[in-house]
């Protein structure tokens, strides 16, 4: 249970300064359109919600049947690229013409936080 406080505490801090970082950039450089503060916020949210539920999920899968926790990421990661994709309809509805922008400020903190899902799934997996 230690090592699962550590790591949520570790993607909540990660999560916070790619999110300030990230905040910061759009602030100082205007680098996208108006609304994208709000859509970043929730962006975080999701994604921290998202990769929180699957590493916690895998991280009790391990502890009840080690042999499937290797799977349960697998198919957590397929999960989480159709909430994704979902999560995306709304906003690449409602302003057609900044896809791009919309689809390249989701991308980047998505790659970054599945980076660090991979890695640490990967050190909770190998310990076994």
């Not at 949520?8 to 994208?36: K, N, P």
């Not at 929730?42 to 994604?47: A, H, I, Q, S, W």
């Not at 309809?89 to 013409?97: A, D, H, I």
Request: glycine share 4%; hydrophobic share 55%; aromatic share 18%.
């Amino acid at each position: 249970m230690k090592k699962l406080l550590r790591s949520t505490l570790f993607l909540g801090f990660s999560c916070l300064l790619l999110y300030l970082g990230h905040q910061f950039l759009v602030q100082e450089y205007r680098l996208a359109l108006a609304d994208l503060p709000d859509f970043l916020t929730k962006t975080y949210l999701f994604l921290f919600l998202l990769n929180w539920v699957s590493y916690t999920t895998v991280f009790f899968i391990r502890l009840k049947i080690p042999t499937k926790a290797g799977f349960a990421f697998l198919g957590f990661s397929l999960i989480k690229l159709m909430l994704a994709t979902a999560f995306l309809w709304f906003p690449l509805q409602s302003n057609p013409v900044l896809k791009e922008q919309i689809v390249l400020h989701f991308m980047t903190p998505y790659l970054l936080l599945l980076i660090w899902e991979v890695s640490q799934v990967y050190e909770l997996l190998k310990n076994e």
